[in-house]
């Protein structure tokens, strides 16, 4: 029997039917764990730069004569959103005269600033904290 070419290409077709669908199931993986660690470093990134900006507006609050630690925690809340909030570590270091340098640091853990996306491959966020520490002249 004479096999034609439309024959021969099916039969080609045919051996090569799996192929593709192996090709998904061993790439997906490996995109589905990038697109959740891109989740995961935006959320990183966006907390880190409220944590920053209450650093520097407590840093602010800080530098002026009469304001308490109390007074510079209370501005750190008002700058972070109420996740960050949880777990927060503020630390002042006031000047005693004026010129002085004072210091403000705010610590948060990065398991409240993210859910915890990449745990299965080895990078937990358990135990690791957002830092960000201003240092302004004393008015």
Known sequence: MIRTAYQRQTSRQRGRRG??????????????MLLLALFQFMMLFYSRSLIVEASRAAARKATLPGTTESDVEAEVRRVLVPRLQQGMQVQVDFGEWSGDVVTVSVAVPMAAASPDLLWPIGLGLNGQNLFSETRMVRE
């Open 19 to 32: 192929v593709l669908s192996m090709e998904l199931v061993l790439t997906l993986p490996i995109l589905f």
